[in-house]
């Protein structure tokens, strides 16, 4: 029997799978200015949320601006109409431009350009805006545009913890922000980023206490896990992207140099740590992994202990991937609702996460699955 909150929930999931491969035109461009351009995480995005749920939403890339959704101009309190092909769908809020944003450091950095607001309440950062992958196109991962902002002028090449610390502590007193992200270019170091990483999150954590996520590849030496833990690094971010060998080796030729099995000996090093769920891996849908290797993959990395949070892979501007094709929000309802049984089941579902790309959600309607699931059980 349906009830109409299973009805409300397959709905739900129907759009955000729908607008996070299908994308959104923008109607105003005053509204689309705040969103991101280039760079690493969810770049070519806009934040809102929808029936209680905040995700990224692709604006500025190609399958976007032929999208069937559309928006209206939101109103002070960031309320709009979400439509698709004219006709309305739901309701919608734009979050609003964080406070933090006016501020500048006292060698006239503006805040924005050290760190920035990811969902609604998440402060995001790239702490090294370079890797040493990223130069040489034998090298590196064909859908990162993490220089690009940096090109643009839209960020600075290296946070210090001070600076970090400070920003961290404004977006937390006016913005209430509840979490944050380091990620990281991968320096040309055995550590992997995770250096640097330590040092900052240590700086935030003693002026805020917030929790953070931090996301690197897996170090040479497992001992950084211990270090990062102990710096107040509550969950930890190591990222595949693609599962399949040869999908890797074309698609990111420099990482795939680092074996699956490399990361695997490395989720279970680091889960003995954290604990189980509070170590994620990134899965990008639509880079060459079939259905069942990336369901496959999720089995696997869930009886470690790790979460894998699948996302559609997005095409953004100026990487050699840019004119490549999503995967349909079918694909990813066939990948996201039986991943969504399995993490219920396991007891590892996105609420359960301290920190991170996982808890906040946003990149992916993964957290919708979850939670049918959970009503389903």
């Known amino acids: 029997m349906i009830t109409f909150e299973t009805a409300l929930v397959s709905r739900k999931q129907w759009l955000l799978s729908e607008l996070q491969s299908l994308g959104l035109r923008m109607m105003d461009e005053a509204t689309s200015a705040s969103s991101r351009r280039g760079g690493a995480g969810p770049s070519d995005h806009k934040a809102l949320s929808l029936m209680g749920t905040t995700i990224m939403v692709p604006i500025h890339t ?66 090294l805006q370079t890797c040493v992958r990223y130069g040489n196109s034998a090298t590196k991962c064909q859908f990162c545009a993490i220089g690009e902002s940096l ?22 007193r ?43 590849e897996p170090p040479a030496d497992f001992v950084w896990f211990k270090h ?13 992207e693609a599962w399949d060998e040869e ?44 259905r069942e290797g990336l369901l496959d993959a999720c089995h696997q990395l869930i009886q470690l202990g790790v979460y894998p949070f699948v996302v559609p892979f997005v095409p953004i501007g100026g990487t050699p991937l840019e004119n490549r094709q ?22 590892m579902t996105s609420d359960t996460v301290k920190a991170g790309c996982a808890k906040c959600g946003a990149c992916s309607s993964l957290s919708a699955f979850e939670k049918q699931s959970s009503c389903a059980a």
């Open 228 to 240: 990062l833990h102990e710096a107040g690094v509550d969950s930890l971010g190591m990222h595949l």
């Open 326 to 347: 999503p995967p349909t929000s079918d694909d990813m309802r066939t990948i996201l609702q039986p991943l969504g049984d399995m993490l219920t089941s396991a007891g």
């Open 151 to 172: 090109k643009g002028n839209r960020t600075i090449a290296r946070k210090t913890p001070e600076q970090l610390a400070e920003v961290a502590e404004a977006a937390q």
């Open 174 to 216: 006016y913005d209430g922000i509840e979490q944050v992200v380091l990620t990281t270019g991968t320096p040309p170091t055995e550590d992997r980023g995770a250096a640097i990483l330590t040092e900052v999150a240590r700086a935030i954590k003693l002026r805020t206490g917030l929790a953070i996520q931090a996301q690197c």
């Open 62 to 127: 190609l399958p976007a601006h032929r999208s069937p959704f559309t928006a209206s101009v939101p109103g002070n309190d960031g309320r709009a109409m979400l439509y698709r092909d004219g006709e309305p769908e739901s309701p919608i809020v734009f979050p609003r431009q964080p406070h933090f944003y006016s501020m500048m450091t006292a060698d006239d950095i503006p805040y924005w350009k050290i760190a920035q607001l990811h969902s609604h309440n998440v402060l995001a950062t790239t702490v």
């Open 247 to 290: 999908v890797r080796a074309r698609i990111m030729p420099g990482k795939a140099q680092v074996p699956v099995s490399y990361y695997l000996k490395a989720f279970k090093a680091a889960v003995a740590i954290f604990g189980r769920g509070q170590v994620s891996t990134y899965l990008l849908a639509g880079l060459g992994d079939t």
